[in-house]
């Protein structure tokens, strides 16, 4: 079945990007926000509204869901939702960052409705969702993939199929790992920067093309300096991801002391008022009046 008309689930912060590159594809995309006022500029460009996840999910080709948590992953396809409104054979994509074992729930369900489901969480952030060069993470059954993949390479530039049910977002963990990680060091390079007196424009053209390079540096180690704490992916969602990630990791009996510190300074941030900023905000624990 060749992909034409979307449906949308979630216009946040990367969904509005995704779509809006979805559209210039030439997909038609009908879209659904729990806030209707944060689809209104879409609406505008051309998406066309629906009331619901199961309305957004009627009709369409492919149903697309990017939301915040798993609970609310579980509730759009299973709380009369997209699986009992998607039509027989559509697609099912679940870009949002959730559990594995969520995910195969869904395969299995799907399956059972003569639906295709997959997972395919993203990395890249704002930025990526703008410039529709996301990496995207793909498991579930590969030729499902395969039909998708104009779908996938109007939203990314790194497009990698996984493997079965679940991979993908196993695969977004393991990025979400190194992540955690990273943000660390990032603020503490530039911290350390910043106090030693140094020009820090002039020490970030001497490491981010070094050993010590990386997409956190390049891009939020800017922000950081610029104190832009605006989100591009926001501290609550990562705490989210922290969550599913330590929980994974103990399931498989593996210790991960860097990502349990990351979560535990993210948490502090979190009690201070910063769950809604970006995940560059982690920059403010190391500040010095």
């Known amino acids: 079945m060749a992909v034409r008309t979307i449906g949308f689930i979630g216009t946040g912060v990367m969904g509005k990007g995704m779509i809006r590159n979805l559209m210039k594809a030439g997909f038609t995309l009908q879209v659904y926000n729990r806030t209707k006022s944060k689809a209104d500029d879409l609406i505008s460009e051309g998406a066309i509204w629906k009331a619901s996840p199961s309305e957004a999910a009627e009709g369409a080709d492919a149903v697309i869901t990017m939301v915040g948590y798993p609970k609310d992953v579980s509730a759009v396809y299973f709380d009369d939702g997209i699986l009992d409104h998607a039509k027989t054979g559509a697609y099912l994509i679940d870009m949002t960052t959730s559990s594995p074992q969520l995910a195969v729930k869904i395969y299995k369900a799907a399956k059972e409705k003569g639906l295709h489901a997959l997972d395919a969480p993203v990395s890249g952030g704002d930025i990526g969702a703008q410039n529709g060069t996301l990496s995207i993470m ?23 199929y996984q493997g079965q049910a679940g991979a993908g977002q196993h695969t977004k963990m393991a990025n979400q790992i190194a992540i955690a990680s990273n943000m660390i060091g990032v603020a503490e390079a530039l911290s350390y920067a910043k106090h030693a007196g140094l020009d820090t424009d002039k020490v970030m053209e001497s490491i981010e093309t070094g050993a010590a390079g990386s997409w956190s540096l390049t891009n939020l180690g800017r922000r950081m300096l610029k104190g832009d704490f605006e989100p591009g992916f926001y501290i609550k969602h990562l705490i989210k991801d922290e969550r599913i990630a330590l929980e994974s990791a103990e399931a498989m009996g ?36």
């Not at 793909?138 to 990698?160: H, R, S, T």
């Not at 990351?262 to 403010?284: M, R, W």
Request: aromatic share 8%; charged share 30%; net charge negative.
């Open 138 to 160: 793909i498991g579930g059954d590969q030729a499902d993939a395969e039909v998708l993949a104009p779908v996938f390479q109007a939203m990314g530039k790194k497009i990698v």
């Open 254 to 289: 593996l210790d991960t002391p860097g990502l349990a510190l990351s979560k535990k300074i993210y948490d502090e941030l979190a009690e201070q008022g910063e769950e809604n900023s970006g995940t560059q905000a982690i920059y403010k624990k190391y500040w010095k009046e």
